[in-house]
């Protein structure tokens, strides 16, 4: 297992009080694997990812919970521990690309800075100077052919806005790839993208995931694109996990019934008669989370017993687990 998180909990004090972003999340990843993470806005996702690279904004804060990466608790590691870590063992592909990359550098120049901080390429010294810029150079353009960046050689002095906003993503894919990390995190590599721009990030990350053996997770709120490209899936609502499982087995038969919602809603070509049912409501304040499941004022099977029952995670078949009281 390559990452294994416990019971992990991200608290941001406001004048109202504490909000739980992410309220014991507890999930795995394998290497080779690629994992999704689907939800409505706000609950949690992208607070998750952060939280693996221990970049919470201020004032949050994680206030308990393991994130084992390779064994090592990396909620134990030093600061300068942390920071060698990030861009090479574990990247994240963000989910802005115009307001990721600096405005005033050069595209190349900011992959070979990913390269240049980690110290990972080596140059020989030949009296005066050395030649690492040349092979830092050579290998910004390697990267950039990788990730399908035309005509790199011109590309590399040219500057973010002088791109599109595929090939920027497609940029920060190759500054998130220059480390060869064992671990990438995707915040919704996709958003604001084209439909066929986002199919081919997608294709671009299935091909990095089975050439490099690179684990993958990736946030989404689209459950067409998890349902497509992930290998499991893993269903948060108030920054919690509801269910997990294969990803075949939660779209074909999704256990819980927000999983069973969220899958409601979406339109099917196959089937125009059929009505899209929305989930009624609203994502509970995470301030005032209501005791019991968090679900429990938006689903139409609730009972009494769901108010005030704090319920574990069930096995409903083998690597399906559902947080549910239709299940105990």
């Not at 190349?108 to 990913?114: L, S, Y």
Request: glycine share 8%; charged share 25%; net charge neutral.
């Amino acid at each position: 297992m390559l990452l294994d998180v416990k019971d992990l909990r991200v608290q941001f004090p406001s004048s109202r009080g504490l909000v739980k972003a992410v309220n014991g999340l507890t999930l795995s990843a394998n290497k080779g694997e690629i994992l999704g993470i689907v939800g409505e806005s706000g609950s949690g996702k992208s607070m998750s990812l952060l939280s693996m690279l221990r970049l919470v904004p201020k004032p949050g804060e994680i206030v308990s919970g393991e994130i084992n990466f390779n064994g090592d608790n990396l909620l134990k590691k030093s600061d300068r521990e942390m920071r060698m870590l990030r861009g090479k063992d574990i990247s994240m592909v963000f989910q802005d690309p115009m307001t990721t990359l600096n405005p005033v550098f050069p595209v190349g120049e900011q992959i070979r800075e990913a390269l240049r901080i980690h110290g990972l390429i080596k140059g020989e010294r030949k009296w005066f100077f050395s030649d690492r810029k040349d092979r830092e150079r050579e290998r910004v353009l390697e990267l950039m052919a990788e990730v399908g960046i035309p005509s790199p050689d011109l590309r590399y002095l040219e500057y973010p806005h002088q791109f599109s906003g595929g090939m920027q993503q497609r940029a920060l894919i190759a500054i998130a790839l220059a480390g060869e990390p064992q671990l990438l995190l995707a915040d919704e590599p996709t958003t604001a993208l084209d439909v066929t721009i986002q199919a081919q990030i997608l294709e671009l990350l299935n091909r990095i995931n089975e050439e490099h053996g690179t684990t993958i997770i990736l946030v989404t709120h689209d459950l067409g694109v998890a349902a497509e490209f992930t290998h499991r899936m893993v269903v948060m609502y108030a920054g919690l996990v509801l269910e997990q499982g294969p990803t075949r087995t939660l779209v074909e038969e999704p256990a819980h019934p927000y999983t069973q919602g969220l899958l409601n809603s979406i339109p099917r070509i196959e089937d125009r008669r059929k009505k899209i049912e929305a989930i009624p409501g609203t994502v509970p304040d995470l301030i005032n989370m209501p005791p019991g499941c968090p679900f429990h004022q938006r689903c139409k099977y609730a009972k009494r017993e769901c108010i005030g029952t704090e319920l574990e995670m069930i096995e409903v078949d083998k690597g399906h687990q559902v947080r549910c009281i239709l299940y105990t």
